[in-house]
């Protein structure tokens, strides 16, 4: 005879039943948890959800990522959209979308002014020749010869476009982030930071896009891709005065200096993708500590973060219905002599 202790077959079905008890109190608790409360409802071995701070994307986020296999993926995924939705480029085709373009237009343009001033200033500096300064909104016309000058000057007319770029967007977000500090800022801010240090990190790659677009390329290969060994001292004289792009002004000055231009793209490769290893590093930096006060090293560590280990009393946020509740009542109070409550709402 079996124990009266001892438990018979599981019923058919149960464990579906578990399964749903548990993500029907999952909702519960994302359910008031999306209202600014946090929930005193726990569900054993839940280690995802950990949420105590209002925040509807991330409710919904980790809903969807309860037992999944690819956990570790989806936060790199999740954090990396929410990037893109603070930028404006997700999702797309809305008005948030279409203002992010003409922000990073102007970001551009800016960049433009910025990067060929720069090497504009630096050949004043340097007291070099200039055959042509012609300004424009999309890229300058700066004509020299490059045959004369020292292959330092080149290396440094080189980097000193991007350079410059991105240290006024190190300035800039560095005064943004100081007023931060003593008061919040708008999110278009924000934004303004994100698209300018792309535009300044990507400096290069869209002076060469431009170059390309705007056939400034083309006028310095030699006779159409013509074999340059053929050409006379002279002739290639004549064309590195009449190039105006940057990259290949260097070939123009190993050239005529060296005998050979080989070594061009190598220097070229160095420098830009040095420059572009430290600007991303300290892009990398400012989104991930400074972007809105930190908000995306905040999602990070809710994602990964234990029970426990968060800190309620600091990080409760109400909704503003219940606010409201809290004023009404507070309003209405009276004591036994009259007395009233004075409640003081500090930040909003």
């Not at 999306?34 to 959800?49: A, H, I, M, N």
């Not at 007291?127 to 004369?148: C, D, F, H, M, Q």
């Not at 290949?248 to 420059?275: C, K, N, Q, T």
């Amino acid at each position: 005879e079996k124990g009266g202790n001892e438990e018979g077959p599981s019923k058919p079905g149960a464990g579906k039943m578990r399964r749903e008890e548990k993500m029907k109190n999952i909702s519960t608790m994302i359910e008031v948890t999306s209202e600014g409360k946090v929930s005193d409802k726990l569900v054993d071995g839940l280690d995802e959800l950990q949420i105590v701070k209002y925040d509807k994307r991330l409710a919904s986020y980790v809903q969807t990522i309860f037992d999944s296999k690819a956990k570790k993926k989806g936060q790199t995924v999740f954090l990396f959209y929410e990037i893109l939705r603070d930028v404006g480029i997700a999702p797309f085709r809305s008005f948030k979308f279409i203002f992010s373009l003409l922000l990073f237009f102007a970001c551009f343009l800016i960049r433009v002014q910025v990067h060929y001033s720069a090497v504009f200033a630096l050949l004043l500096l340097t007291s070099r020749p200039i055959l042509e300064a012609s300004p424009s909104w999309y890229r300058w016309t700066i004509r020299y010869s490059p045959g004369s000058t020292l292959t330092n000057l080149e290396v440094s007319l080189l980097c000193v476009g991007p350079a410059s770029v991105f240290f006024l967007w190190f300035v800039t977000a560095g005064l943004f982030v100081l007023v931060s500090k003593m008061s919040k800022l708008h999110t278009v801010i924000y934004k303004f930071l994100l698209l300018f240090g792309i535009a300044c990190v990507s400096d290069w790659f869209l002076t060469f896009i431009v170059d390309v677009a705007s056939s400034a390329f083309s006028q310095c290969i030699p006779n159409g891709f013509a074999d340059s060994s053929l050409l006379s001292r002279q002739q290639l004289k004549a064309l590195s005065d009449v190039c105006n792009s940057e990259i290949y002004r260097i070939w123009y000055h190993f050239r005529l200096r060296e005998g050979d231009g080989s070594v061009a793209p190598v220097i070229i490769f160095i420098v830009y993708m040095g420059l572009t290893s430290i600007e991303t590093v300290m892009y990398y930096t400012y989104i991930l500590n400074f972007h809105e006060d930190g908000r995306i090293l905040d999602l990070y560590r809710r994602l990964i973060a234990k029970e426990g280990t968060l800190f309620c009393p600091l990080d409760v946020e109400v909704s503003p219905a219940e606010l409201m509740t809290i004023l009404q009542k507070s309003r209405r109070w009276r004591g036994k002599d009259g007395a009233r409550r004075n409640l003081v709402v500090t930040e909003i």
